[in-house]
């Protein structure tokens, strides 16, 4: 399977406290991206990380990307309610276009 | 710029009814995907268009499923018959360069 698998499952937090989720993937990519799901809406691009970058930021974003370790990491910082939704990574590995989704951490922020 | 539209948003039918889900893209977006994510599992690609032109259909899980995007615009999947597995959500996303993806909001179906 070429599935990503993403840890932890699910994470309860208070407002305020930052939130870390891992992704792990398989094969080589071009880029790994973050995505958010509201619970019955669709998908919400986060942000995109190439293959040779290793951190980047946005807002109160922060992902970085370890390629020998086939992985990346979200932190969110002062989290707030809003956050609470289900967080993917997808890769988009070489050659393809089609994005490989990871199984998805469920955030919950409790105010 | 209006997003990717998705509908219906939601759809309950009976085993061994069709069901048509639509899609229209981001205006100019030549790319447009289909994901589905059923019940409990991941998010998986079905097929990618080019145009008009079906550039990946390999995450098509059987011939019960029809994409189609005639003139290059909007895109239909139908669903015929329907079967229970075939329950939970689907998206539809556009690109205009294969890099980044704007997703719909889905459409739940539910088969009984």
């Known amino acids: 399977s070429q599935q990503g698998e993403e840890d932890p499952q699910a994470l309860s937090i208070q407002e305020g406290e930052n939130a870390t989720m891992n992704c792990s993937y398989k094969t080589s990519i071009n880029n790994l991206q973050w995505y958010r799901q509201n619970s019955g809406r669709g998908l919400v691009h986060l942000i995109l990380?190439?293959?040779?970058?290793r951190e980047k930021h946005s807002g109160r974003l922060r992902v970085t990307l370890d390629t020998s370790k086939k992985s990346s990491s979200l932190l969110i910082t002062a989290s707030r309610a809003a956050d609470t939704a289900s967080y993917f990574c997808?890769?988009?590995?070489?050659?393809?276009?089609?994005?490989?989704f990871g199984t998805g951490t469920r955030l919950q922020v409790f105010p | 710029e209006a997003g990717v539209t998705q509908f219906p948003s939601h759809s309950v039918i009976e085993k061994g009814q069709t069901v048509t889900l639509r899609c229209d893209p981001i205006?100019?977006?030549?790319?447009l995907y289909w994901y589905r994510r059923v019940m409990g599992k991941e998010i998986k690609f079905l097929l990618h268009?080019?145009?008009?032109?079906?550039?990946?259909e390999s995450g098509m899980p059987n011939n019960r499923f029809l994409a189609e995007r005639t003139g290059g615009t909007y895109s239909t999947l139908k669903v015929q018959p329907a079967e229970l597995e075939d329950s939970g959500v689907y998206f539809c996303?556009?690109?205009?360069?294969?890099?980044?993806?704007?997703f719909g909001s889905g459409t739940r179906l539910t088969v009984v």
């Open positions: 205006s100019g977006h030549d790319n």
């Open positions: 997808a890769t988009a590995s070489l050659g393809t276009d089609k994005l490989i």
């Open positions: 268009f080019v145009k008009e032109s079906k550039q990946d």
């Open positions: 996303a556009s690109s205009p360069d294969r890099i980044g993806y704007t």
């Open positions: 990380i190439r293959s040779n970058e």
